[in-house]
């Protein structure tokens, strides 16, 4: 028995594990599929050719690389909250996988915002940006966002919404909220949380290009292991550490 007093392997907590599973390497499939086929599928052609326009024709491909990045990369280390729920919920087992999926959804809602906005970004601000770059020293870029992101890991923000990540039944009792919309406010608040925790993480998926899977993989697994990891907050603030001094080192090697 465990926490909660529910087994540790009944039906409902397997099938939630294994729904989050598939809908993650489904994901993984799909932008696997995309990155290997150069867009010769008819969807792929389709996507890749929105990409590579600008401006309005881009945001739709763009956002939906984007979902299906955060999707692949996130929806794992959302594992162990939506496991949490699942045990929480055993008093509404009548409707206990519609509360479950409301949950998720809430959770990958949260994500679906942000590709929204990371894809209007970038569909609309990577020209100017790029044009503005060849101004500035090759390595400032790079540097520039390392640093931004080693410097975040170091934030009372940060902190905060990662203590919540690690902690989902602190989570749960600040919260909670009955019923399935409540379910999937819930999931929205934490999909919110787990942004505030990860997005400069995921924001170097501009040092190798998006659909970079092996690097999508990396930040995944660092993601995930800074989420459920013992020690976690050691690694991340080495982490941020890293990065800080690597962003730092790259800009400064201009100069030297």
Same mark, same amino acid.
């Given at each position: 028995?465990?926490a909660v007093?529910?087994p540790y392997l009944?039906?409902? #907590? ?11 390497l489904?994901?993984?499939l799909a932008?696997?599929l ?7 599928t008819g ?5 890749s ?12 491909g763009?956002?939906a ?25 055993? #008093?509404i087992?009548?409707r #206990?996988?519609?509360?479950v999926?409301a949950?998720?959804?809430g959770?990958l809602g949260?994500w679906?915002?942000l590709?929204v ?9 990577s020209e ?6 060849t101004?500035l020293?090759?390595?400032?870029p790079?540097g520039g966002?390392l ?18 990540c ?8 600040? =919260? ?8 999937s #406010?819930?999931?929205? =608040? ?6 505030g925790?990860?997005w400069?993480l995921m ?5 190798s ?8 993989a990396?930040l ?6 800074e ?13 941020g550490?890293?990065m800080a ?7 400064l090697?201009?100069?030297?």
């Amino acid at each position: 028995m465990n926490a909660v007093g529910t087994p540790y392997l009944d039906r409902p #907590r397997l099938l939630s594990l294994g729904g989050v599973l598939m809908i993650a390497l489904a994901a993984w499939l799909a932008l696997g599929l995309l990155s290997a086929a150069g867009g010769h599928t008819g969807w792929g052609n389709a996507l890749s050719r929105s990409v590579a326009l600008s401006g309005v024709a881009a945001w739709p491909g763009l956002t939906a690389i984007w979902l299906l990045m955060s999707v692949a990369m996130m929806l794992p280390t959302a594992a162990p909250v939506i496991d949490i729920y699942v045990r929480l919920s055993r #008093r509404i087992e009548d409707r #206990r996988a519609a509360h479950v999926t409301a949950f998720a959804g809430g959770y990958l809602g949260a994500w679906g915002l942000l590709a929204v906005a990371a894809g209007g970004a970038q569909a609309f601000l990577s020209e100017p940006i790029a044009a503005r770059a060849t101004t500035l020293p090759a390595a400032w870029p790079a540097g520039g966002i390392l640093l931004l992101a080693g410097l975040y890991q170091f934030t009372p923000l940060k902190q905060a919404c990662l203590t919540l990540c690690r902690n989902p039944l602190t989570f749960f009792m600040s =919260h909670w909220r009955d019923g399935i919309g409540g379910a999937s #406010r819930m999931g929205l =608040h934490h999909g919110a949380v787990c942004i505030g925790c990860c997005w400069a993480l995921m924001g170097l998926m501009f040092l190798s290009g998006a659909m970079n899977l092996a690097w999508m993989a990396t930040l995944g697994l660092v993601m995930l292991l800074e989420k459920t990891a013992p020690g976690a907050g050691r690694i991340g603030r080495l982490l941020g550490l890293a990065m800080a001094l690597a962003g730092a080192g790259l800009i400064l090697s201009e100069y030297v």
